[in-house]
């Protein structure tokens, strides 16, 4: 990545100083404890699990970022969970773009084939829980806006995001942030979406759009585009701590990685 400088630009995944890494991780999450019982081939694949729960996504991506391909490719020979990862990739694609393979293959899957939103239905739109509406439309708009091919390349039709505009779902994060994922399907202009959003949505002065996060925390729709865009660039000046302890010698046995 172009954010690690060329004086990154040489490092191993394998020289990572994994004890030290899960010593911190437990440090900041002392019911992880247990981690530090197991061998090194029981760990990549515990740390791959603890990746999908959302209290510890960022924790685990941020000290083992150089292992993320692997912690994701273990998720492609498991069938369930898809919506928790689909969620996780939506928060990590967007600054790991070497993370784009893994989710490709994984978008390929029968559970996917119509889309993530392919669960709503004009019988069910309005008793889907609000939350799951909102991480997964957060995650949907997370990649779309990283990757605004992805709807063309994997099929994704517009009309389950119609469902939650026609008719109106109440809740106006949901809303908005539907138009926010429909305008790339549409090849919508700026102009033309806040329209569109005035019609269905309203004004930002007199309308919160808020969603729920899948951390729990709450964030307005109308400024998403500017906090995700200070996230991504965070989160890239963060890979930088990893890497840079990629530089010795190996201490990861190759044969333990997928």
């Known amino acids: 990545m172009d954010e690690l400088g060329s004086e990154d630009s040489f490092w191993n995944a394998l020289s990572l100083p994994f004890s030290t890494q899960i010593d911190t991780l437990v440090v900041d999450c002392p019911e992880l404890a247990w981690l530090r019982s197991l061998q090194l081939s029981e760990q990549l694949p515990a740390l791959s699990k603890l990746l999908k729960k959302s209290e510890y996504t960022l924790k685990v991506a941020r000290l083992f970022s150089p292992l993320l391909l692997d912690l994701t490719a273990r998720w492609l020979e498991e069938q369930e969970e898809d919506e928790a990862k689909f969620i996780v990739f939506g928060l990590l694609v967007p600054a790991h773009e070497e993370l784009y393979p893994v989710f490709a293959r994984f978008l390929t899957r029968p559970s996917l084939k119509d889309g993530p939103l392919a669960f709503i239905t004009g019988e069910n739109v309005h008793t889907i829980p609000l939350r799951t509406l909102h991480v997964l439309l957060l995650a949907y708009n997370r990649l779309i806006s990283a990757i605004p091919h992805i709807y063309k390349e994997f099929g994704w039709s517009i009309v389950h995001l119609q469902r939650l505009l026609k008719p109106p779902h109440p809740d106006p994060g949901v809303r908005l942030l539907a138009i926010r994922c429909a305008a790339y399907h549409v090849g919508m202009n700026e102009a033309a979406r806040i329209q569109w959003e ?30 995700e865009h200070k996230r991504v660039i965070d989160e890239r000046h963060r890979l930088k701590e990893a890497f840079k302890l990629c530089r010795g010698d190996a201490v990861i046995d190759a044969i333990a990685l997928r």
């Open 198 to 227: 005035q019609k269905h949505v309203g004004l930002p002065a007199d309308v919160d759009a808020l969603i729920e996060t899948e951390s729990g925390e709450a964030l307005s729709v109308w400024v998403l585009p500017l906090l």
